[in-house]
């Protein structure tokens, strides 16, 4: 950010022995470094909230746009076929369905009459 060089350093550094004096210029040193450490972290923790926003924002741009994307297309077309299997599936069950019904119900009908024959032969 700031483009402070050496003899810009010794500069500060000379004007606050000045000022400050001594004695009290490690702790103003202390103090210096403490706030700007605590500053940097601050940014930094800032900086790294605003970025997973941004990648979360970029996630759900995405996943909208997975939607009408490509592979969902070809999943859909993966699924249909399968949904059509099934169908035809279930039709032909349910027609062998029906014509084992159909099945019993002749033989029911052959059982009675044979047993309505069997019957009036009996009684002749």
């Known amino acids: 950010m700031f483009d402070i060089g050496f003899w810009e350093l010794g500069l500060i550094s000379v004007v606050a ?16 470094g403490l706030w700007l450490g605590k500053g940097r972290r601050m940014l930094s923790s800032i900086k790294d ?17 997975g939607v009408k ?8 077309q993966a699924v249909d076929p399968m949904q059509t299997i099934g169908l035809e599936a279930e039709k032909i ?10 099945g019993d119900q002749h033989k029911k009908k052959g059982a009675v009459k044979a ?6 032969h009996g009684d002749a």
């Open 69 to 76: 994307s490509p592979v969902s297309k070809s999943i859909r």
């Open 49 to 65: 909230e605003i970025d997973r926003e941004v990648r979360v924002d970029e996630i759900k741009k995405a996943a909208q746009e």
């Open 115 to 120: 047993a309505s024959s069997n019957g009036a």
């Open 17 to 32: 022995l000045l000022v400050v004096g001594p004695e009290r210029l490690p702790g103003l040193a202390r103090t210096l």
């Open 93 to 102: 069950m349910n027609e062998a369905r029906s014509q084992l019904e159909e």
